[in-house]
């Protein structure tokens, strides 16, 4: 089945303690990108890789680090989470089409609370 | 001014009523444009991508307007299962940013 998986789902911690959210595709896709969800901010692009050793900042990338190692894996690594990292985060993966993304998949989320 | 803004409702219709959002977009080079569904705190899946000809889906009916820089989406003999938020995605060629508006509720009523 095509799709895209995070880890984990939920996840409560405290300030400063490093933590990995975990993103992969099993499509083949070249693109992907981390979202986080917040109410009333709607969805924001934190960063996101048009491809393998290629990534971009997206619209709110202070306090995130991403890598891209491997097509299928897309971590999202937060060295020092802070409160207000608190949130639902989504991973999204999709084709490229004329060297921007198309359709997005998304994975079914990870609740964040940072205390 | 944000870049891609959508009227947050709720709008609360009747079963079979016919609903319209609109998109609104700041940046000219926007170049691709889709409309996505996301159920209660779920994952946003992809309604419809929206051409500049505009295009039909079933009760659904997206239109695209790029000299007043807004996209549209027409839901026509709404459902209860149409219940859901409704966001519009704007993305520019050459580039992997996607800008999403922060949706519209709708919920259906029987």
């Known amino acids: 089945e095509a799709q895209v998986t995070q880890n984990p789902r939920y996840l409560i911690t405290v300030t400063g303690k490093k933590l990995t959210v975990t993103c992969s595709q099993n499509?083949?896709?070249?693109?992907m990108s981390w979202y986080r969800q917040d109410p009333g901010l709607g969805l924001r692009q934190i960063y996101y890789?048009?491809?393998?050793?290629?990534?971009d900042k997206g619209d709110v990338p202070e306090g995130y680090k991403v890598s891209r190692k491997e097509k299928r894996n897309f971590p999202l690594i937060l060295e020092s989470p802070s409160p207000n990292q608190t949130s639902l985060y989504f991973c999204a993966s999709s084709l490229s089409e004329w060297l921007a993304p198309f359709e997005q998949y998304f994975g079914p989320g990870t609740r964040l609370t940072v205390t | 001014r944000k870049e891609v803004e959508q009227d947050p409702g709720p709008f609360n219709v009747p079963e079979g009523a016919t609903v319209a959002f609109n998109c609104t977009y700041s940046n000219s080079a926007s170049q691709s444009f889709f409309w996505y569904r996301q159920d209660c705190r779920k994952e946003p899946k992809l309604l419809m991508s929206?051409?500049?000809s505009g295009n039909e889906d079933g009760r659904f009916t997206a239109q695209l307007n790029r000299a007043s820089q807004y996209i549209s989406l027409l839901i026509r003999d709404s459902k209860l299962s149409d219940s859901a938020t409704y966001l519009c995605?704007?993305?520019?060629?050459?580039?992997?940013?996607?800008?999403f508006g922060q949706g519209t509720e709708l919920s259906v009523k029987p």
């Open positions: 995605v704007v993305t520019y060629n050459q580039g992997g940013k996607l800008i």
């Open positions: 890789s048009m491809n393998v050793e290629v990534t």
């Open positions: 499509m083949n896709h070249e693109y």
């Open positions: 929206v051409y500049s």
